[in-house]
Each structure stands twice: as C-alpha cells, then as structure tokens.
C-alpha cells in the first residue's frame, strides 16, 4: 500500500514542527541550523514563526577511500573536523590519506558557504542552545555528524526537530541530543520523500533566497 503523504512540501512540514514548539516562540538564547539544502526551508518556516535566528549549518562527509558511504568522519561550518576514531583505527587509514581527503572536503564546504553566506560570517553559538533542522532522517548518518561537530563549538544544549524519522535514526539520535522533536516516525519508513508529496531537489538560489531573507528579517537578533 501506498504511504499518504504527511506534507505537501518542506515549507508545509515547518510550519507543522513550529506548532509543537510554541515554548521556543522569542527565546533569546536559541539559533536555528539548518542542514543544506533540503534542510532549510524546513528550518525557515520554524525560524519565521518563532522569532528566532536562523543560520545554514553545512555538513561534509569524510568518506573512506574507495568506501565513500562509510564515513570516517565529518568536515562542519566553523572549522570544525569530527573523527570516526573507531573506522580510521579498524581500517588503519593513514593520517595523510584523512588530511588529503580533508582538504578536499573543506574546500568544497567553504565553497558552499561563500555561494549560501555571502560573505556574512557564521553565528557564535557558544553557550547559546542550538536547534538542528533537517527535512527528514533515513540513516541519521549526516545528523549525527552534525551534532558531533555543534558540539565542538560549545553550545549550551543541543537540539533536534525533523519533520519524520526512520524508527532507527530516531533512537539512534536521541540519546546524543538534549531534546528531539520528530513529528512522526512510520513502522514502514521506505524513505524520507515518500512523505511528502513534493520532494523536489532544492537548487542553490532557493536557499541563498531564504537565508537572504532571513538575514534581512533580523530574527530577535539583539
């Protein structure tokens, strides 16, 4: 059987999520991440009904040599770099091979960023509660390097709100997270788009657009 479609598109899927978490509406400490690109609108419909300020996070995954969908770790906004010490150790991966590979990564992240920022530097999130968005978790696998690599910047706590989940990424995320807010999470997951009636892939302009937009509306900013 066919599932029915929990969202019309990823904007319809925020507003959804912002009205479970009315607590948050014009919290001072709190900034919004979302993870590109399908992320972001999700995160910007939160962000609008909140009254928070809303950021771009991005993720890069440091594959294993000839392995790319084993990930022995993860290149982060804000210079951060998270090791799968456990994966490097069991594969005997060279120091030069990861650094390689590093570089590599970093370079095509700043590139997302100089396209998505415009300049603009990223939030200071230290000792500030961070909410992490992303439109929908299959694996949890990017989620999970994203909160390693947040917490690297300090922050006061942890957060997570995704629209739906696969029953696995959702235990698997939310021990390692202070709070998760996770609208549904299907017995039969069969994947992230299969709960959403539109699911077309985001390009570059609609998300420079929404994180412009965002900027100029200076979400309680002060």
Known sequence: ???????KNRYDAGKQLASELPEYKNQKDLII????????????????????????????KLGVPGQNELAMGAVAS??????????????RIP?????????????????RERLYRKGLPP???????VMLVDDGLATGATMRAAINAVKMLKPAKVM???????????????????????LFTPLFFEGVSRWYHDFAQLIDSEVKRLLHDAALRNFNRD
């Open 123 to 129: 939030f200071n999130v230290e000792n500030k509660i």
């Open 1 to 7: 059987m066919k599932n029915v479609a929990l969202f």
């Open 95 to 111: 120091n030069d091979v990861i650094d390689k590979i590093t570089v590599i990564e970093q370079e095509e992240l700043s590139r």
């Open 33 to 60: 991440l979302g993870l590109p690109r399908g992320g972001i609108p999700v995160a910007y419909e939160i962000a609008l009904e909140l009254n928070i300020p809303l950021d771009i996070f991005t993720v890069r």
């Open 78 to 91: 804000g210079g951060v770099r998270v090791l799968n010490e456990d994966v490097i150790a069991a594969l």
């Open 160 to 182: 997570i709100a995704v629209p739906i989940a696969s029953r696995q990424a959702y235990q698997l995320l939310k021990s390692e997270v202070d709070f998760m807010e996770c």
